[in-house]
């Protein structure tokens, strides 16, 4: 029979049949891949992997079990075969079959006593040889004086039929028919056994066409399946390219055939389809989109104007979306399926491009007649002239602008009201044309009229005159001071007084020496009219006032001297200069370091 074969005997027959898990023609068998035959025993959550004549099942991972998905009643005990029976598990159910030696229907199994006649066939045993029937067998014994001979060596007796195998057995031999005849070894006729007419005398399953054959059986594989003997598993026609389907119709794989259906938007019989044109059918486009037809499909737009999938469209808001395209200067104004857009006032144009309208120009502006026109981007303003006073489009008459004090002259300026406008003239003592008006100073130019005996002091708008020491008078007019006749001179009490212009001298008389004078220290006894910022020196008979540094005058009138202004600051150039009373400071200003005079 072959390795991965059996031999099995049947009703005094002899055949050589594949082990389980294998397939072919004894002695030419070859493993089956359970795990490629759909359907097998392990569970949709368990791996199939093949062995040499069988299978395994292992659970998947997070997965426990035997990795089965049916009952093994050949393990578990719940077959009902017989104790003298061989059970084989199929799927979803199993096969009892008495062992060789024993007949029956695998539930019931009886020992055949091969010793004996009453099965229709004769004993094996040589006529020179004892028959013993055992449970399941027999022996054959050679009678005493005789030796086995080996009857079914080429050459010798037997009683084997042609169309029978013989086995050699101690004391006799056994005659088998071989696979296809009937007998019982010594006699086998032609008549084959049609193994297809019981489903239990062949191995084809379902998916099998079972020809029966002399002596043997074939198994076919029924269209639409695909395999060897009796394993026939699907052919997914969709998988491998065969099935007939249109390119626009899905392929649904059957058991042993398959069904093809037109996709969405075709209609046929799946083997040929057609594009169903939807738009002039029933659709769900929109009343306010366009229907598109595609292959084997269809698109709904939406309108200009809408927004939406097609199947529901809402208008756009381009004002408030910001897509409109008006002119930054007109108004737009949203309407269904659209907007319009309106120039502003003070503008023309189609909404689109908008250009400002000179009013002033044209003659639209509502300006008074005593206004005066100005166009503005948009618009236009009406000013009242010079004169007139009112919101430009009505405009009332003369106005005094001096008493209502609109007008813009320099306070060192007199205002003067003209029909429809005023004058400013700068006041006497200053110059300039009324609007801005500066201090002349008379002292400097020469215009003061102050005595050639006086000193010329200049103030705000006018100066003053002041007669020098030695003289009297308003300073417009300065007469000499006799001190000697009006008791103010200083002379001593035995010294002649002598007038002069502006001033006197003291001579001692004859028997007397000296300056002649009667000395007065008035700078020591207070009496001295110098200013707090002077200093006063005595001289023979009179005093002197000089203003301190950082003041100027005569020394009885002394002012500050503003060094920051007057550029006499000696401040470093990266230094802030600041006034004081009498002096100033310098300090460096941000980013520099230093005395302020010289600053880093």
Known sequence: CGNNSKCRTFLGNVSCQCLDGFIGNPPNCTDIDECSIKPNKCHHNATCSNTDGNYTCTCKPGYSGNG????????????????????????????????PGYSGNGYNCADVNECANQYGF??????????????????????PGFNDVNECDPGSAHRCHPNATCTNT?????????????????NCTGKYIDECA?????????????????????CTCKPGYYGH???????????????????NATCNNTDGNYSCTCKPGYSGNGLNCTDIDECSTNNSCSMKSKCSNLVGSYKCICNSGYTGNGHTCKDIDECRTKSAKCHHNATCSNTVGNYTCTCKPGYSGNGYDCTDIDECINGTAICHHNATCRN????????????????????????????????KCHPNAKCNNTNGNYTCTCKPGYSGNGFNCQDIDECSIGTAKCHHNATCKNTDGKYICTCKPGYSGD?????????????????????????????YTCTCKPGYSGNGLNYIKECSIGTANCHHNATCSNTAGKYICTCKPGYSGNGLNCTDINECSNGTAKCHHNATCSNTDGNYTCTCKAGYSGNGFNCA
Do not use: Q, W
């Not at 004769?122 to 009678?143: F, L, Q």
């Not at 009112?390 to 004090?405: F, L, Q, T, V």
């Open 170 to 186: 101690h004391g006799g031999h056994n005659c088998v028919c071989k696979t296809g005849f009937i007998g019982d070894g010594k």
């Open 198 to 218: 019981e489903a239990s005398a062949n191995k084809c399953d379902s998916n099998n066409t079972c020809k029966n054959t002399p002596g043997g059986y074939n």
């Open 122 to 143: 004769s004993d094996d045993c040589h006529p020179n040889a004892t028959c013993t029937n055992t449970n399941g067998g027999h022996n054959c014994t050679c009678k």
């Open 229 to 247: 003997a009796s394993y026939c598993r699907d052919i997914d026609e969709c998988s491998i390219g065969t099935a007939k389907c249109h390119h």
């Open 475 to 503: 300073g417009f007019n300065c007469t000499d001071i006799d001190e000697c006749s009006n008791g103010t001179a200083k002379c001593h009490h035995n010294a002649t007084c002598k007038n002069t212009d502006g001033n």
């Open 68 to 99: 089965l998905n049916y009952i093994n009643e050949c393990s578990n005990g719940t077959a009902k075969c017989h104790h003298n029976a061989t059970c084989r598990n199929t799927i979803g159910n199993y096969i009892c079959t008495c062992k």
């Open 376 to 407: 503005t981007i948009g618009n236009y303003t009406c000013t009242c002239k010079p004169g007139y006073s009112g919101n430009g489009m009505n405009c009332a008459g003369n106005i005094d602008e001096c008493r209502s004090k609109s007008a």
